[in-house]
């Protein structure tokens, strides 16, 4: 449990959690598509007044939205229709319909988006290190994985392992990949290059050597990983199925299953402290809130 301090600490994220900005997002879609209006810019310059959607007051909508214009700019589609970038079914896996689709497409980029800086302000009070440790002796777990892009492996001062049997496994794979006749985690803590790209490898009661063992904290904080930046509090709008993708006159379309779920993960002392909370923030933005171990 955190201490009264934390949680006071803490109170610029709740309040976030309490006035989520998916449903002003949602309402300033419609107001665009149902107005006159060529563009975003131009419903946020008539949007002067405070608006109240799905039990909150928004005092200065214009202001909150803007930061999330790129995420809303699908919108526009439906006003200048394009060519489709991506195939969308629903959850009887049946192509989703035009508004549908978009909508989850926008709710997954304006969650990402305002979940990590709501992460930024909860994460920080907690003074946690577990997304930078390997598994301790308790728990079941062989090693962590922390997915990189392979620009971000040079901040690591690791061993890096990138040859073609890396790259035609998985971490995860059966059996498991073997190097120096022992599994790979085994080694200690190192980089992969594997079949869907670069990860570090975090085996028991290891730690990131950017994680500072007397301060507890990032050594690269400010140039730190994008998967550091993602909260604990995932937007699971949609979920990637490669096998469902669909050829698009001479194009291939990825397509994604909708979900309509947020998923936290109840390591965190944070999601533990503060679940009910991040329950509420789902259903404001019509959602169903998922709590999942990711250590056990």
């Known amino acids: 449990m955190l201490t009264t301090r934390q949680i006071s600490l803490c109170r610029p994220g709740l309040a976030r959690l309490a006035n989520p900005v ?12 149902t107005g006159p209006f060529p563009t975003l810019e131009d419903l946020l310059a008539e949007l002067h007044e405070p608006v109240e959607t799905a039990g909150i007051s928004y005092e200065q909508p214009a202001a ?7 995420a809303m700019r699908p919108f526009e589609r439906l006003k200048n229709p394009r060519q489709p970038s991506r195939f969308i079914v629903d959850e009887n896996l049946q192509q989703a319909e035009q508004f549908t689709a978009l909508d989850s497409w926008i709710s997954q980029n304006v969650l990402t988006r ?9 994460c920080g009070p907690c003074g946690c290190t577990l997304c930078c440790t390997g598994p301790s002796g308790q728990q079941e777990q062989e090693f962590f994985e922390i997915p990189l892009a392979e620009s971000e492996t040079g901040f690591f001062a690791l061993p890096a392992f990138d ?6 496994a998985s971490p995860d794979d059966e059996p498991t ?11 200690p803590a190192a980089l ?3 079949r869907q790209g670069w990860s570090m490898i975090l085996p028991r009661d ?3 050597p950017n994680l500072d063992p007397d301060s507890g904290g990032c050594r690269i904080y400010p140039d730190r990983p994008d998967v550091c930046r993602r909260p604990q509090i995932f937007p699971y709008m949609l ?10 006159e001479g194009r291939t379309l990825p397509a994604f299953v909708i979900q309509a779920k947020i998923l936290a993960i109840w390591d965190c002392p944070y999601v533990r402290q503060f679940q009910d909370e991040i329950a509420a923030y789902a259903e404001l933005c019509g959602l169903e809130p998922i709590f999942k171990q990711n250590k056990s």
Not at 24 to 33: D, E, I, V
Not at 64 to 70: A, E, H, I, M, V
Not at 114 to 122: D, Q, T, V, Y
């Open 64 to 70: 909150l939205l803007r930061p999330y214009l790129d």
């Open 206 to 208: 290891s730690r990131c």
């Open 192 to 194: 992969y290059r594997w």
């Open 22 to 33: 998916l449903p002003l997002a949602r309402l300033a879609g419609l107001l665009y598509l």
């Open 239 to 248: 979920e990637r199925e490669p096998a469902m993708d669909m050829e698009y």
């Open 114 to 122: 305002e979940l990590e800086e709501i992460n930024s302000l909860l």
């Open 163 to 168: 040859d073609e049997i890396t790259r035609a």
């Open 177 to 187: 990949l073997m190097r120096n006749g022992a599994p790979f985690y085994a080694s």
